[in-house]
């Protein structure tokens, strides 16, 4: 993470699942960059951030059945609150292991978001990082955000050929 957030300069998350929410815990942060609605220990819903998105797409058909149809929320105008929609984002982050948020929970904070897997395949936390919105394109982002989720992953054991798993 520290050479992530060196690279990037910008505010860096790692969050695990717990119920129904994404809990942080872990963030670089950078004086300089958007002001975050997060902190270490803080709670973010699954529907509509990066680190969210991920986890949720991971966490198997019940969880994303629960959360589906539980209403979701609308924090802003750009918040994905059709379940059909939302169901294809969480197809496609499950095919790549990364998702993208555009001012979804805030309007002037993006996100792009990977896995991180252990040596097991079981998808245990998501890590993100978090951009002023539309200051930065999101596949710029990316590879390094994703590298970086890689490593960590090694880090706990996953290896290349170890399949991630479901829920």
Same mark, same amino acid.
């Given at each position: ?12 998350? +790692? ?9 942080? #815990?872990?963030? +670089? ?6 002001? +975050? ?48 929609? /939302? $169901? ?13 948020? $555009? ?12 896995? #991180? ?9 998501? +890590? ?27 880090? /706990? ?5 170890? $399949?991630?798993?479901?829920?």
């Amino acid at each position: 993470m520290e050479d992530l957030h060196s690279a990037l300069h910008q505010h860096l998350q +790692l969050a695990v699942l717990d119920g129904h929410e994404a809990v942080i #815990i872990e963030r +670089l942060s950078e004086p300089h960059a958007q002001r +975050l609605v997060s902190r270490v220990g803080g709670r973010l819903p699954l529907h509509c951030s990066g680190v969210g998105k991920v986890l949720l797409s991971h966490g198997g058909p019940e969880l994303i059945e629960s959360v589906l149809n539980g209403g979701l929320r609308r924090y802003t105008p750009r918040t994905v609150v059709d379940p059909a929609e /939302l $169901r294809n984002e969480i197809a496609a982050c499950r095919r790549t292991g990364t998702a993208g948020v $555009r001012g979804e929970l805030t309007e002037e904070a993006d996100s792009v978001a990977t896995r #991180i897997v252990d040596g097991h395949g079981r998808v245990v936390a998501a +890590l993100s990082v978090v951009l002023r919105a539309g200051s930065v394109k999101h596949q710029a982002a990316l590879p390094s955000v994703l590298a970086s989720g890689l490593g960590i992953s090694r880090l /706990l054991g996953w290896r290349p050929g170890i $399949r991630v798993r479901e829920g």
